[in-house]
């Protein structure tokens, strides 16, 4: 049973400070994305990582793909309150059409 | 940018009564998702759908949950006999056609389901 464990759960940092925020597994996945889940909502997709050793950067968000593909993480510099949310991380371990297999997600509050 | 629709945003039914959740996935994906989450805790890969078949379910996706596109635009999840423990948020997600792990799945908000 493939299984992705988010660290930390929750994380409550001021304005200004710099994270990371972990998604382990003992599989390989072929691939794995981060999405953003506001209350209420669903989650919205903010990047997907496929090469092993991989890293994306979105404004002030660092993704990295580990070389084995088993595991990410996602580094926010300089962390503003807009960035309060639940970050999840999902990978795709293949399958006919592939699903996506979630982690529990973290929660992060930023207080200014 | 286009967008996954769902309606309604929040169901109630008695226990027992059949449910129906509706999805207008994004116009030119063909590849369609449900996922729930119950209150507190992860999403849940419930079942995938392309070419007006299943791809893969779950274990959660039992004899009393069915899918169906009924025509070009709707995609359903039907729950015959619900019961207590099916309340939860459930997701529509769609992606296009494509190396399955480089599409991105797009979701809806979501319909909160209550079974009382």
């Known amino acids: 049973t493939q299984l992705l464990e988010q660290s930390p759960q929750f994380l409550s940092i001021q304005e200004g400070e710099n994270l990371t925020v972990y998604c382990n597994s003992s599989?390989?996945?072929?691939?794995l994305q981060w999405y953003r889940q506001e209350p209420g909502e669903g989650p919205v997709l903010l990047v997907t990582?496929?090469?092993?050793?991989e890293v994306k950067k979105l404004k002030r968000l660092t993704f990295q793909f580990g070389d084995a593909r088993k595991d990410s993480s996602l580094h926010i510099t300089a962390a503003q309150p807009g960035d309060t949310g639940l970050y999840l991380c999902?990978?795709?371990?293949?399958?006919?059409?592939?699903?996506?297999?979630f982690g529990k997600g973290t929660k992060l509050s930023v207080k200014p | 940018e286009p967008e996954v629709t769902q309606t309604p945003s929040h169901q109630v039914t008695q226990m027992g009564q059949e449910v129906i959740l509706r999805c207008v996935p994004i116009?030119?994906?063909?590849?369609f998702y449900w996922y729930r989450q119950i209150l507190g805790q992860k999403v849940e890969f419930l079942v995938s759908?392309?070419?007006?078949?299943?791809?893969?379910k779950s274990e959660i996706f039992d004899d009393q949950f069915s899918v169906e596109r009924p025509d070009g635009s709707n995609f359903t999840l039907k729950i015959r006999s619900t019961k207590l423990e099916d309340s939860a948020m459930y997701f529509c997600?769609?992606?296009?056609?494509?190396?399955?792990?480089?599409?991105?799945?797009?979701f809806g908000d979501g319909t909160r389901l209550s079974i009382l």
């Open positions: 997600a769609s992606r296009s056609q494509g190396r399955g792990s480089n599409q991105p799945q797009h």
């Open positions: 599989s390989v996945f072929s691939s």
């Open positions: 990582v496929v090469t092993g050793g």
């Open positions: 999902a990978g795709w371990y293949g399958g006919s059409q592939g699903n996506l297999i």
């Open positions: 116009s030119n994906h063909l590849y």
């Open positions: 759908f392309y070419n007006n078949e299943i791809s893969e």
